[in-house]
């Protein structure tokens, strides 16, 4: 079994920081990319910032110059240094890889729970 596990949420003030964090776990035998997704409510998820294996990135242009991406790649990890976050800023984070399994022919995407982030004063 496979599993991605986000931590870091919280409640932050209009212009604070926060890092997240996505452990991917279980019979895994490569993981591609991964990535942050992030969802609004009543909005559709909408992908926020992804990585490759080796290391190139992009971002929404919503987060340009705000959100960092970096992952280890010995640990399965991916994180997700937010800066300067507003009040607009959607709530719940997802974190998603392109990973192939063991016993899987090919790469298949996974997800984990999602990790909520309050931006109020």
């Known amino acids: 079994q496979v599993q991605l596990v986000e931590s870091g949420g919280g409640l932050v003030q209009p212009g604070g920081s926060l890092r997240l964090s996505c452990v991917a776990s279980?019979?895994?035998?490569?993981?591609?990319?991964m990535g942050w997704y992030r969802q609004a409510p009543g909005k559709q998820r909408e992908l926020t910032a992804i990585i490759s294996s080796g290391g190139s990135t992009n971002y929404a242009d919503s987060v340009k110059g705000r959100f960092t991406i970096s992952r280890d790649n010995a640990k399965n990890t991916v994180f997700l240094q937010m800066n300067s976050l507003k009040a607009e800023d959607p709530t719940v984070y997802c974190c998603?890889?392109?990973?192939?399994?063991?016993?899987?022919?090919?790469?298949?995407?996974?997800w984990g729970q999602g990790t909520k982030v309050t931006v109020s004063s």
């Open positions: 279980g019979s895994i035998l490569s993981i591609n990319s």
């Open positions: 998603n890889a392109i990973l192939r399994r063991t016993g899987a022919p090919i790469p298949s995407s996974t």
